[in-house]
C-alpha cells in the first residue's frame, strides 16, 4: 500500500492497441464530412444543399458541366480505397435533401442514367409542429443559431422563437409567403434553414417525385415507424434491394448521441402553449392534407404503409 508505484511496463498488445485506435481514429475521419471544416457537423454531408446557390446562379445552357463537377466533388468524399466497402450498397443520410429545392435536381443532372434508375429514397415524415419544437430545442441545448434573424439563447422560449419568424415570414412581399417556394426564399432571405417550411411536406414530395419515380420515393410517418419498425424493416431492407437483418429490431426512443463538445445543460422546452399551437397548426393543416391526399394516391412503392394523420401535438393552456 506504501511502496513508490512504478511505471508500468508495456505489455504485449499495447503497440497494436495503439495501433487499431489510429485505425479507428482514420476510418471515422474517413466518412464522408462535406461541412465539417466549417461548421463540425459531422452527422451528415450535406452536400446538396450546400450546392443550391451555385446552383441557381448558373445558366440553365451550363448545368450540364455544372452537374459533372457537383458529381466529381461529391465522389471525392469517399476515398478510392474504401469504395469496396460500398459493394453491398450505399447510403448519403442528410434529411435537409428533402427540403432544398434544388437537391433533386442537382441529383438527377449529376447522376449518370443507369446509377438513376438504382437510387431509392426513404423520406421519414415527422408532426410538423413537434419537428419545429426539436430544431429549437436542438439550437437551445447545442447553443448553435440556424436562424440568424431569430437568434436562440438560454433563456429563450419556443413561443418567442415562432413569433419572431412568423414576424418575418410576414415581410415577405412577392405574393407567395403561403407557397413552399415562396416562404423558402423568403427564409433564406432571413438568414434562416431549417425552418417551418421543413414541414411543408407535400411539396416536397411532389418536387422529388418530378425528378425520380414515386414508386422509389418510400414515405413514413415518424412516430408510426417508432412503434411498427420491427414488423417493416424487412420490406425496408427489400425496397433499397438489402440483405434483411437478422432479429428482432427497434428503434430507440430517445436521442442518446451527441458531438465530441458539445454541451446539454441548458434543459430543452417539453410543453407549448396551445396559442402557439393552434397558430402553427393553421398553418400546417393545409399542408397535412394535401400530403394525405398526396399519398392517398398509393403510387409509391409497393413497400410503403398506409400514412396515418399525424397526431395533434400535445399543448398546455
Known amino acids: 500500500m506504501g511502496k513508490k508505484s512504478r511505471k508500468p511496463k508495456k505489455v504485449a498488445g499495447e503497440k497494436k492497441g495503439a495501433a487499431d485506435a489510429q485505425t479507428t481514429t482514420r476510418r471515422r475521419l474517413a466518412t464522408p464530412k462535406w461541412r465539417s471544416r466549417q461548421t463540425n457537423d459531422l452527422k451528415e454531408t450535406h452536400f446538396w444543399g450546400d450546392a443550391h446557390e451555385a446552383w441557381n446562379a448558373t445558366p440553365r445552357t451550363a448545368r450540364r458541366g455544372a452537374a459533372k463537377r457537383l458529381a466529381a466533388q461529391f465522389t471525392r468524399l469517399y476515398p478510392s480505397n474504401r469504395r469496396s466497402e460500398c459493394l453491398q450498397g450505399f447510403f448519403e443520410a442528410t434529411p435537409a435533401n428533402l427540403r432544398h429545392l434544388t437537391a433533386p ?10 446509377f438513376k434508375a438504382e437510387l431509392r429514397f426513404i423520406a421519414v415524415l415527422r408532426e410538423p409542429i413537434s419537428r419545429d419544437l426539436s430544431a429549437f430545442n436542438a439550437q437551445l441545448g447545442r447553443r448553435v443559431q440556424w436562424c440568424a434573424a431569430c437568434p436562440v439563447a438560454p433563456g429563450s422560449t419556443y413561443e418567442a422563437f415562432v413569433a419572431c419568424r412568423l414576424a418575418n415570414a410576414a415581410t415577405v412581399t412577392d ?12 427564409r433564406r432571405g432571413a438568414g434562416c434553414h431549417g425552418d417551418l417550411h421543413t414541414g411543408f411536406y407535400a411539396a416536397q414530395i411532389e418536387l422529388w417525385s418530378s425528378h425520380f419515380p ?21 420490406g425496408l431492407a427489400a ?14 426512443h430517445t436521442n442518446s448521441k451527441e458531438r465530441a463538445g458539445e454541451r446539454r445543460e441548458v434543459t430543452a422546452q417539453a410543453n407549448i402553449s396551445c396559442a402557439v399551437r393552434d397558430e402553427l397548426q393553421a398553418i400546417y393543416g393545409p399542408h397535412n392534407d394535401r400530403l394525405y391526399a398526396l399519398l392517398a394516391k398509393r403510387d409509391g412503392p409497393p413497400e410503403e404503409p398506409e400514412f396515418p394523420p399525424f397526431a395533434p401535438m400535445p399543448c398546455v393552456s
Do not use: C, K, M
Not at 105 to 114: I, K, N, Q, S, Y
Not at 176 to 185: I, K, L, P, Q
Not at 221 to 228: A, D, G, K, P, Y
Open 175 to 186: 405574393g407567395a409567403a403561403a407557397t413552399y417556394r415562396g416562404r423558402f426564399g423568403g
Open 214 to 234: 414515386r414508386a422509389h420515393i418510400l414515405v413514413l410517418e415518424f412516430s408510426w415507424l417508432v412503434v411498427h419498425f420491427n414488423d417493416v424493416h424487412g
Open 239 to 252: 425496397f433499397l434491394r438489402f440483405p434483411p437483418a437478422r432479429g428482432d429490431q427497434r428503434l430507440p
Open 105 to 114: 435536381a442537382e441529383l438527377a443532372a449529376a447522376v449518370p442514367a443507369p
